[in-house]
């Protein structure tokens, strides 16, 4: 640990499970899908371009609802937990997530990427300006920079999207001399591979889950169990070696 200096640290639903968010798999159903009381859609039907071209009322239906639970939940000690390694960790740090809620900037996070974008954010079509946003958006949104209606879009990275930031992250990953992931399944593209960009370039790597992950032989640590628990336990002993 004392050769330990740059961090990245990766995170995706599970860590925000205790915080009352549903992982993706739980979200209907057990299925990866959203269930709307009257029908469950396959999440790829709401989460892509295609689908927001076809059908922007049921894509900005599942967004606003998403959003509108932001209000009734708070940061975790997993998150809080982060938040104190960023402030204290005298080394480079960066937290990239997938998650597309704000707890991690809640809790205090400032060396963060959402590398999905953000539930809280608008993107206009017209002047691609991206903006602060908050309670329902529905598809007569009008952009605050622009004045146009309709043309506004959840700022959020669909499938088949470029996440945002990948070089800054990239040079993160292959400068670290510790790769750690904490709530990932570990199904999804680019995020899954960043363990093994991590390794390649010599960095330790941890995984920190409720279970072992799809790419979990990929990490030379796999700590199972809840984050609120393992993160700050493993925060503290981070921070005690240094
Ligand atoms: P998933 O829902 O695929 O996986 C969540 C992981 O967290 C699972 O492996 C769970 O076992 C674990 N988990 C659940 N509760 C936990 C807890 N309390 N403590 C620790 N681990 C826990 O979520 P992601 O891997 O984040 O993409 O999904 C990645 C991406 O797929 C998302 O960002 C989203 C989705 O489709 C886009 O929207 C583009």
Request: hydrophobic share 40%.
């Given at each position: 640990m004392a050769e330990i200096r740059n961090i990245v640290i990766l995170t995706g639903a599970g860590i925000s499970q205790e915080s009352g968010l549903p992982t993706?798999?739980?979200m209907a159903n057990g299925e990866m899908?959203?269930?709307t009381g009257l029908t469950v859609h396959p999440l790829e039907d709401v989460a892509t371009p295609e689908a927001f071209a076809r059908?922007?009322?049921l894509v900005h239906k599942f967004y606003d609802e998403r959003r509108a639970k932001l209000d009734a939940?708070?940061?975790n000690e997993a998150h809080r937990a982060l938040a104190r390694?960023?402030?204290e960790w005298p080394g480079e740090?960066?937290?990239v997530t997938q998650n597309v809620d704000d707890l991690h900037e809640r809790a205090g996070s400032k060396r963060l990427i959402q590398m999905h974008?953000?539930?809280a954010s608008g993107w206009c079509l017209r002047c691609n300006e991206r903006f602060g946003w908050t309670g329902p958006?529905?598809?007569r949104a009008g952009c605050p920079n622009c004045g146009t209606t309709g043309m506004v879009r959840p700022d959020i990275v669909w499938f088949g999207e470029m996440p945002y930031e990948m070089e800054r992250i990239d040079e993160a990953l292959r400068n670290c001399d510790l790769f750690v992931s904490i709530g990932t399944s570990g199904a999804v593209y680019p995020a899954a591979g960043f363990v093994q960009t991590a390794r390649y370039c010599g960095a330790a790597t941890l995984e920190m889950n409720l279970e072992p992950s799809l790419g979990s032989i990929y990490f030379d640590e796999s700590r199972t169990g809840p984050a609120s628990e393992l993160v700050p336990e493993w925060v503290e002993q981070i921070l005690a070696a240094t």
């Amino acid at each position: 640990m004392a050769e330990i200096r740059n961090i990245v640290i990766l995170t995706g639903a599970g860590i925000s499970q205790e915080s009352g968010l549903p992982t993706f798999r739980t979200m209907a159903n057990g299925e990866m899908g959203w269930d709307t009381g009257l029908t469950v859609h396959p999440l790829e039907d709401v989460a892509t371009p295609e689908a927001f071209a076809r059908n922007p009322e049921l894509v900005h239906k599942f967004y606003d609802e998403r959003r509108a639970k932001l209000d009734a939940v708070a940061p975790n000690e997993a998150h809080r937990a982060l938040a104190r390694l960023d402030a204290e960790w005298p080394g480079e740090l960066l937290l990239v997530t997938q998650n597309v809620d704000d707890l991690h900037e809640r809790a205090g996070s400032k060396r963060l990427i959402q590398m999905h974008g953000e539930l809280a954010s608008g993107w206009c079509l017209r002047c691609n300006e991206r903006f602060g946003w908050t309670g329902p958006m529905g598809e007569r949104a009008g952009c605050p920079n622009c004045g146009t209606t309709g043309m506004v879009r959840p700022d959020i990275v669909w499938f088949g999207e470029m996440p945002y930031e990948m070089e800054r992250i990239d040079e993160a990953l292959r400068n670290c001399d510790l790769f750690v992931s904490i709530g990932t399944s570990g199904a999804v593209y680019p995020a899954a591979g960043f363990v093994q960009t991590a390794r390649y370039c010599g960095a330790a790597t941890l995984e920190m889950n409720l279970e072992p992950s799809l790419g979990s032989i990929y990490f030379d640590e796999s700590r199972t169990g809840p984050a609120s628990e393992l993160v700050p336990e493993w925060v503290e002993q981070i921070l005690a070696a240094t």
